[in-house]
């Protein structure tokens, strides 16, 4: 009986343990402390997005910022202070991510309705799958719990986060730091598939590359002169900017993509495969983009007692 009882206590005190040190996130964290969370995202991202279609995708680049400079932690939101810099002015960031104003509403009325509850890093996670439903992708269930950084790294975010003059060699690895396969890498590419970016980061694709196709190349270089203009837009998906679907990966079969990193992916290389893969089958691009913004949403979550519930996204408590 002792040590039926002495058993009891022991496998109690370890699953209490596992549940401390619990990276285990759950799709029901909020079911009964804040009821509304998952409907008041939605309604404030749908809104936004019928608003303006690339908020859609400016929220889910926004989330990919947020998870692989340290973790899915909202350490991307913290603005500078006089003692402080965040993340916001690093290279890839600056002038460049937005949909902040967008968050911070929904926190807000987060605020309101449940104070201290919802944590900023899950606000991001679910406005990026809402954006990709609300662009007419595919849903997927997302764990919840993570908790918001009291920190943020300008140096990491300029180290971590992939730029668009790397190789596929230079993209994969970068995927692989993370722990990410090829084939998950070039599935979360696809995010590429809403959204625009700015001549800056085309420039020289646009004018000195040669596996671009030459009536793109030419539009291009009307947007996006040899000088000048850094900040004009085109579209990632020159065909369906606004729509959640597989012509991006279509695209780059016929060498039209954008980035350089993106033609990167279809080049007679390694990643041919998968290219055509997605090409010839939305369903399982958006399988694997639904399971592989999954992983991305779990690297390193604060969890536990670890971090806080920021009451401002954009600042610690
Ligand atoms: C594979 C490596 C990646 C590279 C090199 C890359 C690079 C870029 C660059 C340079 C831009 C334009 C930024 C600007 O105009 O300043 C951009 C935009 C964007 N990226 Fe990526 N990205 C990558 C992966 C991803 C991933 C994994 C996602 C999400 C799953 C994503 C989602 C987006 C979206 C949606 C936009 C458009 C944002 C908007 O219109 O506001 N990217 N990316
Ligand atoms: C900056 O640091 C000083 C000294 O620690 C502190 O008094 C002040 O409140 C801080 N300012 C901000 C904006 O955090
Ligand atoms: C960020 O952009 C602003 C406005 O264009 C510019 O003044 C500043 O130098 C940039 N910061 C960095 C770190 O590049
Ligand atoms: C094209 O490449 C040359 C040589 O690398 C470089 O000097 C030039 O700035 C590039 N042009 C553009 C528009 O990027
Ligand atoms: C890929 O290889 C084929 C056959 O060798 C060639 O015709 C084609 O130009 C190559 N494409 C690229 C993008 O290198």
């Known amino acids: 009986m002792a040590s039926l009882i002495y058993s009891f206590m022991l496998s109690t005190l370890i699953l209490f343990g596992i549940q401390m040190a619990g990276a285990q996130l759950s799709s029901t964290f909020y079911s009964t402390s804040c009821p509304s969370a998952l409907s008041t995202i939605k309604s404030a991202v749908t809104a936004a997005v019928s608003s303006e279609a690339r908020m859609g995708a400016s929220l889910l680049r926004l989330h990919f910022h947020d998870c692989f ?14 003692n402080f810099t965040g993340e916001k002015t690093a290279l890839p960031n600056n002038n460049s991510l937005r949909g902040f104003e967008v968050i911070d509403n929904i926190k807000t009325t987060l605020e309101k309705n449940c104070p201290g509850v919802v944590s900023c890093a899950d606000i991001l996670t679910v406005a990026a799958r809402d954006s990709v439903v609300a662009l007419s992708g595919k849903s997927w269930t997302v764990p919840l719990g993570r908790r918001d950084s009291t920190t943020a790294s300008l140096s990491a975010a300029n180290t971590n986060i992939p730029g668009p003059n790397l190789d596929l060699s230079g993209l994969i690895s970068s995927f692989s730091n993370k722990g990410f396969t090829a084939r998950e890498m070039v599935a979360l590419s696809g995010g590429h598939t809403i959204g625009s970016a700015r001549c800056v980061v085309f420039r020289n694709r646009a004018h000195n590359e040669t596996n671009i196709d030459a009536s793109f190349a030419t539009s291009l270089r009307s947007i ?8 004009n837009l085109a579209a990632l998906d020159v065909t369906t900017r606004d729509v ?10 016929s060498f039209k993509g954008l980035l350089h990193s993106d033609q990167e992916l279809f080049k007679n290389g390694s990643a041919d495969a998968i290219v055509n893969t997605y090409s010839a089958n939305s369903a399982t691009f958006f399988t694997d983009f639904g399971n592989a913004m999954v992983k991305m949403g779990n690297l390193s979550p604060l969890t536990g007692t670890n971090g806080q519930i920021r009451t401002n996204c954009r600042k610690t408590n």
């Open 69 to 82: 400079v340290n973790g899915c932690d909202a350490s991307v939101l913290l603005d500078d202070t006089a």
């Open 224 to 231: 996006c002169p040899t000088s000048g203009g850094n900040n």
């Open 244 to 253: 959640f679907d597989n012509a991006y990966f279509t695209n780059l079969k």
